[in-house]
């Protein structure tokens, strides 16, 4: 059983993770044809900029989400631009030729296309640093070419990630509580608190208004906001690599009939019984969070209160073994 202290301490590792970025701008949309391409690189210990004749230090958060960069990217990639007039919004990611989902966490994201092997931590602790191999994790920014079969573009408002956020919120709570009650009854000053808290990384703010969502009816929670990806054969919406199938089913956060915490091994064995024939040792596949192999023994519901996301959901992802 997790103590208070030890959430909290879990709470502040997971919203503390980094990640050190490579971003290049794609050839396509560059006009400087030799090896002086220009390039970005996220430095994951320095908060501050540090500017050079062709590189751009700057902070990237695991939970944050990729469109945050896109104004600050637009502005240092501009020169380079083929067509510098156009609109920050109109920029895209994609790692070795996948179009990165810009609703998915920047952690997330890294966790399911990097290649990186998660590390193995300890049962008290669920976030670490990268397997360095990897880091920092190069992608490349597109401005042109919107893979519109993959991705819903974005608006120059920020109103289409903002909705995104909120819906997702709103399905958590619902899933947790039985009603949105939660996030439909926050004040207009909350609400806007919530957002602006995503968008600048300010835990205080941001987990005051997230326990009130959490503790909303001042119940038990009902079920746990839970997604899995895993890697699935390219499809014919998706043709390409890099095609997630992702599985989501109602999870309670207590055994049924029983007062027992439902634990990871349990529900993933119920969900994924040919990738988890065990519900305490991973044989085929592992659960990674946050960049961190989760025991099967772990409680859902202390997952979802230390590890979730900024959206309320705790996005796990599962790795092949061997």
């Not at 990217?73 to 109109?90: G, K, T, W």
């Not at 397997?131 to 893979?147: A, G, I």
Request: aromatic share 10%; proline share 9%; glycine share 6%.
């Amino acid at each position: 059983m997790t103590t208070s202290k030890d959430l909290k301490f879990l709470q502040e590792a997971v919203w503390n993770g980094s990640l050190p970025l490579e971003i290049k701008l794609s050839p396509s949309d560059c006009r400087i044809y030799n090896q002086a391409d220009p390039y970005l690189v996220t430095n994951v210990p320095s908060p501050l900029l540090d500017i050079t004749l062709n590189s751009l230090q700057i902070h990237s958060h695991r939970l944050s989400y990729l469109p945050f960069l896109l104004p600050r990217l637009h502005a240092f990639f501009r020169p380079f631009l083929i067509d510098p007039d156009v609109a920050s919004n109109e920029g895209w990611f994609s790692f070795e030729g996948v179009p990165l989902k810009w609703h998915y966490p920047i952690g997330l994201l890294y966790d399911l296309f990097s290649g990186a092997s998660p590390a193995q931590a300890p049962s008290h602790r669920l976030s670490s640093e990268d397997s360095p191999e990897v880091l920092p994790w190069k992608l490349v920014l597109h401005f042109t070419e919107w893979p519109d079969e993959q991705l819903v573009r974005l608006d120059p408002e920020g109103k289409v990630l903002h909705d995104a956020f909120i819906n997702s919120v709103k399905e958590a709570d619902f899933l947790r509580n039985g009603t949105a009650k939660g996030i439909m009854s926050l004040s207009k000053g909350d609400s806007t608190q919530l957002w602006s808290a995503v968008q600048e990384h300010k835990f205080t703010t941001y987990n005051l208004i997230a326990q009130k969502l959490l503790y909303a009816q001042g119940a038990p929670l009902r079920h746990i906001p839970l997604r899995v990806y895993l890697p699935a054969s390219p499809s014919a919406s998706e043709p390409t690599s890099g095609h997630l199938k992702v599985v989501q089913s109602l999870v309670t956060p207590s055994l049924p009939n029983s007062r027992e915490q439902q634990t990871l091994g349990v529900i993933l064995h119920s969900l994924l019984p040919s990738l988890f024939p065990s519900r305490r040792t991973p044989i085929l596949a592992k659960p990674v969070l946050h960049g961190t192999v989760v025991p099967l023994g772990a409680s859902l519901e202390e997952l979802v209160k230390a590890a979730a996301y900024l959206d309320g959901w705790v996005h796990l992802g599962v790795m092949m073994m061997g």
